[in-house]
């Protein structure tokens, strides 16, 4: 007789959760000054699209550009991306 599949793929489930202790699930909110840079990029990039409707307006744009540009700038010099990682 051929084997039947349970319908549960191998690794997922509760057993995994359990091997790896409570812990491995928790979730990680970040620190305050990645939300901010995060928060800054996104205002930019929303000043960026609303520049181009209806027509491009390109003085708006490049203020966007330049807003993105910063909360860039806030999450390279917090090491958001090295120290917030799981």
Same mark, same amino acid.
């Given at each position: 007789?051929?084997?039947?599949?349970?319908?549960? !793929?191998?690794g997922?489930?509760?057993?995994?959760?359990?091997? @790896?202790?409570?812990? @491995?699930?928790? @979730?990680?909110?970040?620190?305050?000054?990645?939300?901010v840079?995060?928060? !800054?990029?996104?205002?930019?990039?929303?000043?960026?699209?609303?520049?181009?409707?209806?027509?491009?307006?390109? =003085?708006?744009?490049?203020?966007?550009?330049? !807003?993105?540009?910063?909360?860039? =700038?806030?999450?390279?010099?917090?090491?958001?991306?090295?120290?917030?990682?799981?």
């Amino acid at each position: 007789m051929a084997e039947q599949a349970t319908g549960t !793929v191998e690794g997922t489930g509760t057993a995994g959760a359990l091997a @790896h202790g409570s812990s @491995h699930l928790e @979730h990680n909110p970040g620190r305050p000054i990645s939300w901010v840079g995060t928060i !800054v990029v996104i205002i930019g990039f929303t000043i960026g699209g609303i520049a181009f409707v209806p027509k491009p307006d390109w =003085l708006i744009f490049w203020i966007g550009t330049g !807003v993105a540009i910063i909360g860039c =700038l806030v999450l390279l010099f917090s090491k958001a991306m090295s120290t917030d990682w799981y």
